[in-house]
């Protein structure tokens, strides 16, 4: 990813408007009765997209916004979100997958990731309240939810970052492949 | 060139790692006032506007989808609904008795109580964004410390208590929900006059528990649970008594001491767009103390 001001700056927008858009929005509509979570997605698509520490750095930074505005733990979001960035650019940066579908996965994983995590630190900083099984019917409805969700937010994020993303990896095997760089028929 | 790479990118993960860690300490060490927690506050205090301005702007979106949530969920709610009716039809019954029976009473010890919330100075508020863990249910109101509005009044609707406030700042607050897991409200089971606190069960928006109550074989299913308020006149309960809460929708467990009497709230907590703040609680705390 090319690092200048508009590129911090549409990252920034992209974490604003998301984390409005979840407020205000998003966690007042119940399908199956949760609401769907973008922040995991958000965070996720950074990740897959733009690597390991702009994945985390967002996820940080998103976290930190939905804490301050939900009176919540500061931090505790915040650590989540960056391990689920950190988790996803860093397949990016290993595997860089090339599987349409990929972004779903990820966004799914992103998900029970963070939904996970968020219980075992509320777990490990004591919890007053008795705690439901059907809890874990509410993580993985949320989870679902998420996964039918994962591929347009994972879409809206490619394109209003796209001018300062290297080319994706599909693409650039097909071109590969078109200008005989990496075809096998070019050895003979 | 690719060390320099793996050593940035391990610093950086370290250094967000340890802000974390430092915010949570931080913020778990300090008072309700410290500056962290006023820091919170400025903030949402900045964006409340921008918040509530996208809520309104995105309300047909939301109303759209919960159309089709309501549509798929209209039967069964008729079929309880109606059953309900029923129910509430015998009560009205039986409460207009008692009803004549207590004005009776009221006027024998010369004792006026106007009835209704408007004794507790209500602050109708606007619900402008709410919280998607199931750990914090909060929602986030456009009244705050300038209408009058403080840290720990009882927030109704007009079907129950729905919460109290969390953080104020001036012109917006922040309401822990009934189904938050950090709440807590002495209660009464109407009917079997046994009191009890109400817990939620973290998980489950649309279901809390009666908890240490003394005597709670009495308590039965269908039982309307409200708030207990005052019992102390040294300690004057923030939550004035007699809100309704919710009903006795099941009891599990026979013996007394295994026994769970789960209640489900009026209020529907996934669906708020306005709610009351009570600013004045305590305003009937004389006739509601017991001696």
């Not at chain 2, 129950?160 to 002495?186: I, Q, Y």
């Not at chain 2, 009903?247 to 907590?269: C, F, M, Q, S």
């Amino acid at each position: 990813m090319t690092w200048n001001a508009t590129s911090i700056g549409r990252l920034v927008a992209i974490g604003i408007v998301g984390g409005i858009l979840q407020l205000t929005t998003v966690s007042q509509v119940a399908i199956f009765g949760v609401p769907a979570d973008l922040s995991p997605l958000l965070v996720a698509a950074v990740g897959l997209l733009c690597g390991s520490i702009a994945g985390a750095s967002f996820g940080f930074g998103l976290g930190l916004f939905m804490d301050t505005l939900l009176a919540q733990t500061l931090g505790l979001t915040s650590l989540v979100l960056l391990t689920a960035g950190y988790g996803a650019g860093r397949l990016r940066e290993l595997r860089d997958p090339a599987h349409g579908l990929v972004p779903v996965a990820v966004g799914a994983a992103a998900t029970a990731a963070a939904a996970i995590g968020f219980a075992v630190l509320q777990f490990l900083l004591g919890v007053d309240a008795p705690v439901s099984l059907l809890l874990l019917r509410q993580i993985l409805m949320t989870i679902v939810l998420n996964t039918l969700l994962a591929l347009p937010v994972y879409a809206v994020c490619r394109r209003v970052l796209a001018p300062f993303l290297p080319d994706d990896p599909r693409r650039r095997r097909r071109r590969a492949y078109t200008t005989g760089g990496l075809s096998p028929l070019s050895r003979v | 060139m690719y060390d320099r790479q793996v050593r940035r990118r391990r610093a950086v993960l370290l250094a967000l790692v340890a802000c974390c860690l430092v915010l949570l300490t931080a913020y778990f060490g300090e008072s309700s006032g410290g500056p962290l927690k006023s820091i919170q506050t400025g903030a949402m205090e900045v964006v409340a506007p921008v918040q509530e301005g996208a809520n309104r702007a995105l309300k047909p979106f939301r109303d759209l989808f919960g159309w089709f949530g309501d549509t798929l969920d209209a039967k069964a709610e008729r079929d309880t609904l109606e059953a309900e009716r029923d129910s509430l039809r015998r009560q009205v019954a039986e409460l207009q008795v008692a009803k004549g029976e207590n004005d009776e009473l009221r006027d024998l010890v010369n004792y006026g109580r106007d009835g209704g919330l408007a004794a507790y100075k209500p602050v109708t508020a606007r619900v402008y964004s709410r919280s998607f863990s199931s750990w914090y249910e909060t929602i986030e109101i456009n009244k705050g410390s300038s209408d009058g509005v403080e840290v720990n009044q009882p927030v109704v609707n007009g079907k129950g208590l729905v919460g109290k406030v969390k953080t104020v700042s001036d012109g917006n607050a922040v309401v822990m929900l009934l189904s938050d897991s950090d709440f807590g409200v002495s209660a009464l089971a109407a009917k079997a006059r046994q009191p009890g606190t109400i817990l939620p069960v973290a998980g489950t928006s649309g279901d809390l528990l009666l908890e240490l109550v003394p005597e709670a074989r009495e308590v039965r299913t269908g039982d309307v649970v409200v708030t207990a308020g005052t019992v102390s006149s040294r300690l004057p309960s923030q939550f004035p008594r007699g809100i309704p809460i919710g009903t006795v929708n099941r009891i599990e467990g026979e013996g007394d001491l295994d026994r769970t009497i789960h209640v489900t709230p009026y209020a529907d907590l996934r669906d708020l767009d306005f709610v009351q703040v009570l600013t004045k609680p305590t305003a009937d705390a004389r006739a509601s103390t017991t001696p």
